[in-house]
C-alpha cells in the first residue's frame, strides 16, 4: 500500500472526519453541559431556597434514580424493538419539557419540595430510555474498531461538560438565581434534540418475528450479563461502589453548604476542578491499557477510586485544608472512574450480540443504578439518624471493599479482555 492510500485509509476510519458522528457528538456536548447546571442548581435550590432538611434531600435524589429501578428492566426490553435515535430525540423532548417547569412554578411563587420530586422522576425516567439508548447506538454509528475510540470521545465529552459546567452554574446561580439556570439546560437538550434528528444511523428494527414475550426477553438479557464471570464481577463491583458512593453524594450538597460553610460558586469550582481528572482519564486510558493491559486496568482503577474516597469524609476532620483535598479527591476519582468506566463500557458493548445490547445495558443499569435509589433513602435517614460525616464514612468505606470482587478474580492473570466468541 503506498504513502497515499495509507493516509486515505487512516482518514476514512478517524471519527474527526465522520460527519455523522460529529453530528450526534456535538449534541450531546451541549446536553451534557445544561446537565451539569442543572445538576448543580436543583439541589442548591432545594438547600438553600427550600430550606430542604437531609431527609427531604434524600427523597429527592431518591426520585432522580427511582426509575432505573422501576422501569429499568422492562426499559431495555422495549428500546431492543425500537429505534434507539428515536428514544433518544424523545426523551431530550420530555427532559426538556418537565425541567422548564421549575423556573415558571419559581415565578408564580409556587415551587415546593414536591414539584421537584416530581420533576426529578420525569427527567428519571427519560433518563432511562436515553441512557440505555445511548450506550446502545454507537454499534450503529461507527464501526467495531471505532467503537473504544467512539467512548473515549464521548466520555471525554462528558468530563469536559463536568469541568466547565459546574463552574458555569455557579455563576449563573449567582446572577441570575438556580431556577432560572436551570434553563440553560432546557436549551441544550432541545440542542440535542436537533443534532439527533440531523443524524443517520444504519440500524434495522428487529423483526417482529424476532420477538419474544417481555418477562422471556428481560431474562435472556440478564441471563446474557451475569452468564459471563468477567461481567458479573464488574456489575457486582460497580453496584456496590454506586451503592456507597450515591450515600456521601446524596448528602454532599448540605455538607459542602452547610458543614463546610461554602457558597454555590464555590462548590461549583469543586467540581469543576476535580472533574479535570476525568478529562485526563479518558485521554490517557489508552495509553495506560497500552502499558497494564485492558484487563488489569479494571482492578487497578477500582482500587485507586476506592481509596480516594476517604478523602471527601476526611475534609470535615481538617477544614483548614477542606478545599484542596475535596479537588484532589474529585481530580482522583475521576480519572480513576474514566478510566474503569470506559474499559468495561468497550468491553461489554463489544461482546454482546446487537439484538442483545440495550437488554444488556439495561440489565446491567438496573442493577447497578437501581441501588441508588434504595442509597439515596439510606442516606436521608442515616443523615438524620448519625449525621452527615458519619453517613460518609460508611459511604466511603463502602467504596473500598467494592473494589475486592475485581481485585480477586482472573482480571490479574490476564492482559486483554476477551472478544466476541471468545
Given at each position: 500500500?503506498?504513502?497515499?492510500?495509507?493516509?486515505?485509509?487512516?482518514?476514512?476510519?478517524?471519527?474527526?472526519?465522520?460527519?455523522?458522528?460529529?453530528?450526534m457528538?456535538?449534541?450531546?456536548?451541549?446536553?451534557?453541559?445544561?446537565?451539569?447546571?442543572?445538576?448543580?442548581?436543583?439541589?442548591?435550590?432545594?438547600?438553600?431556597?427550600l430550606?430542604?432538611?437531609?431527609l427531604e434531600?434524600?427523597?429527592?435524589?431518591?426520585?432522580?434514580?427511582?426509575?432505573?429501578?422501576?422501569?429499568?428492566?422492562?426499559a431495555g426490553?422495549?428500546?431492543?424493538?425500537?429505534?434507539?435515535?428515536?428514544?433518544?430525540?424523545?426523551?431530550?423532548?420530555?427532559?426538556?419539557?418537565?425541567?422548564?417547569?421549575?423556573?415558571?412554578?419559581?415565578?408564580?411563587?409556587?415551587?415546593?419540595?414536591?414539584?421537584?420530586?416530581?420533576?426529578?422522576?420525569?427527567?428519571?425516567?427519560?433518563?432511562?430510555?436515553?441512557?440505555?439508548s445511548?450506550?446502545s447506538?454507537?454499534?450503529?454509528?461507527v464501526?467495531?474498531?471505532q467503537?473504544?475510540?467512539?467512548n473515549?470521545?464521548?466520555?471525554?465529552?462528558?468530563?469536559?461538560?463536568?469541568?466547565?459546567?459546574?463552574?458555569?452554574?455557579?455563576?449563573?446561580?449567582?446572577?441570575?438565581?438556580?431556577?432560572?439556570?436551570?434553563?440553560?439546560?432546557?436549551?441544550?437538550?432541545?440542542?440535542?434534540?436537533?443534532?439527533?434528528?440531523?443524524?443517520?444511523?444504519?440500524?434495522?428494527?428487529?423483526?417482529?418475528?424476532d420477538?419474544?414475550?417481555?418477562?422471556?426477553?428481560?431474562?435472556?438479557?440478564?441471563?446474557?450479563?451475569?452468564?459471563?464471570?468477567?461481567?458479573?464481577?464488574?456489575?457486582?463491583?460497580?453496584?456496590?461502589?454506586?451503592?456507597?458512593?450515591?450515600?456521601?453524594?446524596?448528602?454532599?450538597?448540605?455538607?459542602?453548604?452547610?458543614?463546610?460553610?461554602?457558597?454555590?460558586?464555590?462548590?461549583?469550582?469543586?467540581?469543576?476542578?476535580?472533574?479535570?481528572?476525568?478529562?485526563?482519564?479518558?485521554?490517557?486510558?489508552?495509553?495506560?491499557?497500552?502499558?497494564?493491559?485492558?484487563?488489569?486496568?479494571?482492578?487497578?482503577?477500582?482500587?485507586?477510586?476506592?481509596?480516594?474516597?476517604?478523602?471527601?469524609?476526611?475534609?470535615?476532620?481538617?477544614?483548614?485544608?477542606?478545599?484542596?483535598?475535596?479537588?484532589a479527591?474529585?481530580?482522583?476519582?475521576?480519572?480513576?472512574?474514566?478510566?474503569?468506566?470506559?474499559?468495561?463500557?468497550?468491553?461489554?458493548?463489544?461482546?454482546?450480540?446487537?439484538?442483545?445490547?440495550?437488554?444488556?445495558?439495561?440489565?446491567?443499569?438496573?442493577?447497578?443504578?437501581?441501588?441508588?435509589p434504595?442509597?439515596?433513602?439510606?442516606?436521608g435517614?442515616?443523615?438524620?439518624?448519625?449525621g452527615?460525616?458519619?453517613?460518609?464514612?460508611?459511604?466511603a468505606?463502602?467504596?473500598?471493599?467494592?473494589?475486592?470482587?475485581?481485585?480477586?478474580?482472573?482480571?490479574?492473570?490476564?492482559?486483554?479482555?476477551?472478544?466476541?466468541?471468545?
Amino acid at each position: 500500500m503506498s504513502q497515499s492510500e495509507l493516509r486515505e485509509t487512516r482518514a476514512e476510519r478517524s471519527l474527526w472526519r465522520d460527519g455523522n458522528f460529529l453530528t450526534m457528538w456535538s449534541g450531546q456536548a451541549l446536553a451534557q453541559l445544561g446537565s451539569q447546571v442543572t445538576e448543580l442548581a436543583i439541589p442548591v435550590l432545594a438547600v438553600l431556597l427550600l430550606n430542604a432538611t437531609e431527609l427531604e434531600v434524600g427523597f429527592l435524589n431518591a426520585a432522580g434514580v427511582a426509575a432505573f429501578l422501576v422501569v429499568g428492566l422492562p426499559a431495555g426490553a422495549w428500546i431492543d424493538r425500537m429505534r434507539k435515535r428515536h428514544v433518544m430525540i424523545w426523551a431530550d423532548a420530555v427532559r426538556a419539557v418537565a425541567l422548564a417547569a421549575l423556573p415558571l412554578l419559581w415565578w408564580a411563587g409556587l415551587l415546593e419540595m414536591w414539584h421537584l420530586y416530581a420533576v426529578a422522576i420525569v427527567i428519571g425516567v427519560a433518563t432511562v430510555f436515553f441512557d440505555v439508548s445511548y450506550q446502545s447506538i454507537l454499534p450503529s454509528l461507527v464501526r467495531p474498531q471505532q467503537i473504544a475510540e467512539a467512548n473515549g470521545k464521548l466520555q471525554a465529552t462528558y468530563e469536559m461538560a463536568n469541568i466547565g459546567g459546574p463552574a458555569i452554574g455557579g455563576w449563573l446561580i449567582g446572577i441570575v438565581a438556580a431556577p432560572l439556570a436551570i434553563l440553560t439546560t432546557v436549551g441544550t437538550y432541545l440542542a440535542s434534540a436537533v443534532a439527533l434528528l440531523l443524524t443517520r444511523d444504519h440500524e434495522q428494527p428487529r423483526a417482529a418475528d424476532d420477538r419474544a414475550p417481555m418477562l422471556r426477553e428481560i431474562g435472556e438479557g440478564m441471563r446474557w450479563v451475569f452468564g459471563n464471570p468477567l461481567l458479573r464481577r464488574i456489575v457486582t463491583t460497580t453496584g456496590i461502589f454506586n451503592f456507597s458512593h450515591t450515600l456521601s453524594m446524596t448528602l454532599l450538597p448540605i455538607f459542602l453548604l452547610r458543614e463546610l460553610g461554602l457558597s454555590p460558586a464555590a462548590m461549583g469550582v469543586i467540581f469543576s476542578l476535580g472533574a479535570v481528572g476525568g478529562l485526563a482519564g479518558a485521554i490517557a486510558t489508552p495509553h495506560i491499557v497500552r502499558v497494564i493491559g485492558e484487563a488489569r486496568a479494571i482492578p487497578v482503577s477500582a482500587i485507586a477510586f476506592g481509596v480516594v474516597a476517604c478523602f471527601l469524609p476526611l475534609a470535615a476532620t481538617f477544614p483548614a485544608v477542606a478545599f484542596p483535598l475535596l479537588v484532589a479527591q474529585g481530580f482522583v476519582a475521576s480519572f480513576t472512574v474514566l478510566l474503569y468506566n470506559i474499559t468495561q463500557v468497550t468491553f461489554r458493548q463489544r461482546i454482546t450480540p446487537s439484538r442483545l445490547l440495550g437488554r444488556m445495558n439495561a440489565s446491567i443499569r438496573f442493577c447497578v443504578y437501581g441501588v441508588m435509589p434504595l442509597a439515596a433513602l439510606a442516606a436521608g435517614g442515616l443523615g438524620t439518624w448519625l449525621g452527615v460525616v458519619p453517613t460518609m464514612w460508611i459511604g466511603a468505606i463502602g467504596e473500598v471493599l467494592a473494589a475486592l470482587f475485581v481485585i480477586v478474580g482472573p482480571f490479574w492473570a490476564l492482559r486483554a479482555l476477551p472478544d466476541a466468541g471468545e
